[in-house]
């Protein structure tokens, strides 16, 4: 099993900033991916950034790079994203999840990231 907490949304003005954690307890399991999507209301769940546990980094949407930056911490299984110049379309709720090596995804509960003056 495999639960993930995630931390760190909130209200944030214009150009501000804010970092999420994500962090993974999982029992014989290892983690092989670990990155974010973003959920805004009525549009469709969207990849913002992932990571391996190598560290590659991937952002498909360029509307963020520059702005976020994804990263994690193996020895924690904990993934981070640093969110910095927010825009009030960053409004969305954010999930972290992982792939597993042994196959299989799992998601966090999502945490609400309003960028609003």
């Known amino acids: 099993q495999v639960q993930l907490v995630e931390s760190g949304g909130g209200l944030v003005q214009p150009v501000g900033s804010l970092r999420l954690s994500c962090a993974a307890f999982?029992?014989?399991?290892?983690?092989?991916?670990m990155g974010w999507y973003r959920q805004a209301p009525g549009k469709e769940r969207e990849l913002v950034a992932r990571?391996?546990?190598?560290?590659?980094?991937?952002y498909p949407d360029s509307s963020v790079k520059g702005r976020f930056t994804i990263s994690r911490d193996n020895a924690k299984n904990t993934v981070y994203l640093q969110m910095n110049s927010l825009k009030p379309e960053d409004t969305a709720v954010y999930y972290c999840?992982?792939?597993?090596?042994?196959?299989?995804?799992?998601w966090g509960q999502g945490t609400q990231v309003t960028v609003s003056s």
């Open positions: 999840y992982v792939n597993l090596l042994l196959g299989g995804r799992a």
């Open positions: 999982v029992r014989l399991l290892s983690i092989e991916v």
């Open positions: 990571i391996t546990r190598s560290g590659s980094t991937y």
